[in-house]
């Protein structure tokens, strides 16, 4: 038995010369929701239609369960319906002449279940996904968010080796939105089945994936948990796609394997480098706008990781603030929770930076710092503690 889903250089061209999946290689493991992340054309869907079987890719193998269903070389290609899927997409699909009960019974049927194992399996997999009390009802009466939990569960019920699901949610409003995603994530963890999930919301992915595989052009950037994700980003583009970011530009003072010290504004900050570099090398700092703190100026004494800054402006959303904070020629992020902001626009305030090592990126160019220079900006630093 091998990893619920194994891809291997895949690729697929729709047009010459602009591959739609890029040498794209991903392992599912078994019992994980895999979530493929990233904007409109990077080639999530076609990635989920080559595992569907619904295309076919010019290069690359795919396993499910350790069984080959595709090999542009070796010539295999399984048909969709041997493959043991279960799919749910975009537009429910569900049968508007059947009731609730009969389309979910619909692929048991058609897979010669006999009646009294049909019925029993229905009323499970209802019960899952909390449509019991609606059996009975024509799905023309159902809500948008009832609907998809048809489709749902009609793609449960035969247990498939594999569940695909192409943005299921995004025909729903956003309070159903919401409520939906949790409880999918529920029915899927607890049916035990290995999900693989295509979205282009990066807070729909973080709340639902296991692993999430972030995706552009048709390659794989990073396939990793939503914190580490979230936490250390490959690269710039992975850090904005997964939400807000500060990314702050920065010299190396000093660094070792991957620890280093930064300065950012004239301040020493620890960081972790996503790749090991040398001092004096020009990094980019990814801070979350969450992370950084508040406070108004001179309230305390200033100490190691405080920056003066001034309030440039604010937006109000309710259950939190953001703001945009000048500092020494950069502009910060930064948002406070709770529903009463505390500044306006043109106070005196100090940012506190996070007291974890920041991480660091590469930057595309070293302004490479001359020898000597780096102990002088250290002793430019107020407060060098
Ligand atoms: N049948 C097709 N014929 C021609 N080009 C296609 C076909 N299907 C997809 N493409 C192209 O391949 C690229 C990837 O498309 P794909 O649908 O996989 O992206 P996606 O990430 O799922 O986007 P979205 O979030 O908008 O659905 C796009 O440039 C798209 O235009």
């Not at 697929?12 to 904007?39: C, Q, W």
């Not at 290609?77 to 699909?93: D, H, K, N, T």
């Not at 991957?258 to 001092?279: C, T, Y």
Request: proline residues 6%.
């Amino acid at each position: 038995m091998g990893a619920a889903l194994r891809i291997e250089g895949l690729s697929k061209a729709f047009a010459p010369g602009r591959p739609a999946i890029d040498d794209l290689s991903l392992t599912v493991e078994d019992g994980e929701i895999a979530v493929l992340l990233g904007p409109s054309g990077c080639g999530k869907t076609s990635t989920l239609r080559c595992v569907a079987g619904l295309e076919q890719p010019d290069a690359g193998r795919i396993a499910i369960g350790g069984n080959e269903v595709v090999s542009a070389s070796g010539g295999v290609f399984v048909p969709p319906q041997r493959r043991e899927l279960g799919m749910v997409f975009q537009s429910y699909a569900i049968w508007p002449h059947l009731d609730v009960r009969e389309n979910v019974a619909y692929p048991l049927r058609r897979r010669g279940v006999s009646r009294r194992e049909r019925a029993e399996r229905v009323d499970a997999v209802l019960d899952l996904v909390g449509l019991r009390n609606f059996a009975d009802r024509s799905v023309a009466t159902l809500s948008g968010g009832q609907a998809q939990r048809v489709a749902l569960a009609r793609s449960l019920v035969y247990e498939p080796r594999l569940l695909l699901l192409d943005e299921p949610l995004s025909n729903l409003d956003v309070a159903l939105r919401l409520r939906l995603r949790d409880e999918l994530r529920r029915i899927i963890k607890r049916t035990g089945l290995t999900a693989l999930f295509v979205t282009h919301d990066q807070s729909e992915a973080i709340a639902l994936a296991d692993r999430i595989a972030v995706m552009r052009d048709g390659r794989l950037l990073q396939f990793a948990t939503p914190t580490e994700l979230y936490n250390r980003p490959v690269d710039g583009f992975v850090a904005e796609f997964t939400g807000a970011g500060n990314l702050l530009p920065a010299t190396l003072l000093t660094a070792e394997e991957r620890k280093g010290v930064a300065l950012i504004a004239g301040k020493r900050l620890p960081v972790e480098l996503a790749r090991p570099a040398r001092s004096g090398t020009a990094v980019t700092i990814v801070i979350r706008p969450e992370n950084l703190r508040l406070r108004p100026a001179g309230t305390e004494r200033l100490d190691r990781a405080a920056l003066p800054g001034r309030i440039l402006s604010r937006r109000y959303q309710g259950a939190q603030t953001s703001y945009s904070v000048e500092i020494d020629g950069l502009v910060l992020e930064a948002v406070e929770a709770g529903s009463l902001p505390r500044f306006v626009e043109g106070d005196a305030v100090e940012v506190l930076l996070p007291r974890e090592p920041a991480w660091a990126l590469p930057s595309a160019a070293s302004i490479g710092v001359p020898p000597g220079i780096a102990p002088q900006l250290e002793l430019q630093t107020s407060d060098a503690a």
